[in-house]
């Protein structure tokens, strides 16, 4: 089994839709779970963090961690075209490097 | 505003050439890490390393090694390029002491081999 599994899409949505990206994992050590956001032709940039299982809200963002099903979810509600990038979830353990899933590339259709 | 400079956005190496990917970041940062990018296999691990003159080896060492001679600056060296280390190359910086949950990247360099 994969340690972290993420669809890679591509996902294609018009303008105002609610967008919703998902990853598995299997590492139940992993104590942060992360989102980056990465710009074509840019490096990843950290969107969302959380610590524990619950939502975290940030504007039109919201990270979901569902820890019992090893479950995590990115929402972005309102999507607009400056949204489509490549949504990459990453997992912390320690003082160790991120653990990232292979990313999910969104683009939002005006 | 922080930043994590890589040295080139676009190289394009001969095989069995020695190339160098410099990354400097100007934030203090302890850790620093090599990753390369490709399609379908998303961010892979080369090197990294947790202080100077430190260096681990991440998931996908082979064929590369690094180097941490000062604190800000962080060098992937590719020994004899070959055409499968045709990728993006992303360096990235992160504070040890606290949760390195925060990693900042480069731009990348593109780093063709032909």
Same mark, same amino acid.
């Given at each position: 089994?994969?340690?972290?599994?993420?669809?890679?899409?591509?996902?294609?949505?018009?303008?105002?839709?609610?967008?919703?990206?998902?990853?598995?994992?299997?590492?139940?050590?992993?104590?942060?779970? !992360?989102?980056?956001?990465?710009?074509?032709?840019?490096?990843?940039?950290?969107? !969302?963090?959380?610590?524990?299982?619950?939502?975290?809200?940030?504007?039109?963002?919201?990270?979901? @961690?569902?820890?019992?099903?090893?479950?995590?979810?990115?929402?972005?509600?309102?999507?607009?075209?400056?949204?489509?990038?490549?949504y990459l979830c990453a997992f912390l353990k320690g003082n160790t490097p991120l653990v990232f899933g292979k990313?999910?590339?969104?683009? @939002?259709?005006? | 505003?922080? %930043?994590?400079?890589?040295?080139?956005?676009?190289?394009?190496?001969?095989?069995?050439? %020695?190339?160098?990917?410099?990354?400097?970041?100007?934030?203090?940062?302890e850790n620093m890490f090599w990753y390369r990018q490709d399609p379908g296999l998303g961010l892979r691990l080369?090197?990294?390393?947790?202080?100077? %003159?430190? %260096?681990?080896k991440g998931d996908i060492p082979e064929g590369y090694s690094v180097s941490r001679e000062k604190k800000e600056?962080?060098?992937?060296?590719?020994?004899?390029?070959?055409?499968?280390?045709?990728?993006?190359?992303?360096?990235?910086?992160?504070?040890?002491?606290?949760?390195?949950?925060?990693?900042?990247?480069?731009?990348?360099?593109?780093?063709?081999?032909?």
């Open positions: 089994q994969k340690e972290v599994e993420q669809d890679p899409g591509p996902l294609s949505v018009p303008e105002g839709a609610i967008v919703s990206l998902n990853c598995t994992y299997s590492n139940s050590a992993f104590q942060y779970f !992360m989102w980056y956001r990465q710009y074509s032709r840019k490096g990843p940039e950290l969107l !969302m963090y959380t610590y524990s299982s619950g939502n975290k809200e940030d504007g039109r963002f919201t990270a979901q @961690v569902d820890k019992s099903s090893k479950y995590i979810s990115l929402f972005i509600r309102d999507s607009q075209p400056s949204d489509s990038a490549t990313g999910t590339r969104l683009s @939002v259709i005006a | 505003d922080v %930043k994590v400079t890589q040295s080139s956005r676009y190289l394009v190496k001969r095989t069995g050439e %020695k190339v160098f990917l410099e990354c400097v970041q100007d934030m203090d940062h080369i090197y990294f390393s947790y202080d100077v %003159k430190m %260096k681990e600056r962080f060098s992937l060296i590719l020994e004899s390029a070959s055409t499968n280390q045709t990728s993006m190359y992303l360096c990235a910086s992160s504070q040890q002491g606290r949760l390195n949950t925060e990693a900042f990247f480069g731009q990348g360099t593109r780093l063709t081999v032909v």
